[in-house]
């Protein structure tokens, strides 16, 4: 389909628009990063750097980040295996209920997110807290992993419909055992979307705030949390603004591999 010149000036500006609406607030922050101001000011005083390095050494912020990274990782090995195998399960075998059951998979990434922070706090309140496990990083991760598994279903199940079952079958009529099939035959062709659903997992865990609130109790802080408990607090604002900004640069890492990644699967390179 040919476009007019006005048409593409039309959408090129509304893109433009977008892209602005999108972007200008992150480059806000990223700019008083730099600010020698101790509040949120703008245009900014000055320029300085001394506030990355109090972020860098701030006892919270470390904590706060190893915690995210313990809670995120742990969430999505979980959700690789429990994903993956729902997805095969759904995928290539017919049982009664199938569809319901992948409704029931995909439903808490539909629900609100208090409505699941608050359904896992009192479920671990009844079914956890008599044996003696109080909230922590271990309700954390598993909170996080009901939505990731989701992530990885729905990757997992979209690529093994579209490869079919035929290279699988050719595999077991040439004598191949079903784990070696599953090795050499199934395992490279789903590589890519296991990678691509582990980041997205991944990511989807350390952002959390809502479910992270109702299942980590006192003694345990994710960043999101510490920056929304230090957002407003005296004398805190250009450590989160370079908190923030660390965030914006680190996450840029798995959007570039993850495109790099669909790139190589699209041209016919290997992963």
């Known amino acids: ?4 010149k006005r048409a593409q000036w039309l959408l090129g500006g509304i893109t433009g628009l977008v892209l602005v609406f999108i972007y200008l607030p992150l480059i806000v922050v990223a700019i008083n990063s730099f600010n020698p101001s101790k509040t949120f000011s703008w245009p900014p005083t000055g320029f300085t750097t001394s506030w990355w390095g109090k972020a860098l ?17 742990g969430a999505t090995v979980i959700a690789l295996i429990l994903g993956t195998c729902a997805a095969f399960a759904v995928a ?13 998979v995909v439903l808490p990434i539909a629900l609100p997110g208090i409505v699941t922070g608050i359904a896992l706090n009192s479920a671990f309140r009844t079914l956890l807290e008599p044996f003696g496990v109080g909230f922590g990083l271990f309700t954390v991760v598993v909170g996080h992993a009901t939505f990731c598994i989701v992530v990885l279903y729905n990757n997992v199940l979209a690529r093994l419909r579209r490869m079919g079952t035929s290279l699988e079958e050719a595999s077991s009529d040439l004598g191949a055992s079903i784990f070696q099939t599953f090795r050499y035959v199934t395992f490279p062709m789903i590589r890519s979307a296991l990678v691509a659903g582990a980041l997205l997992a991944f990511a989807l865990s350390f952002d959390e705030i809502v479910v992270t609130t109702f299942t980590s109790g006192a003694s345990v802080q994710t960043l999101p949390q510490w920056i929304f408990n230090n957002l407003f607090r005296p004398n805190q604002a250009p450590i989160v603004n370079v908190v923030a900004t660390m965030l914006i640069i680190g996450f840029m890492v798995p959007v570039w591999l993850s495109q790099k990644l669909s790139e190589g699967v699209s041209s016919g390179g290997r992963f």
């Open 1 to 4: 389909m040919k476009l007019s």
């Open 92 to 104: 290539r075998y017919q049982f009664f209920g199938k569809e319901t059951i992948s409704l029931l």
């Open 57 to 73: 050494t701030n006892e919270g912020v470390v904590k706060a980040l190893s915690t995210s990274v313990k809670a995120g990782l």
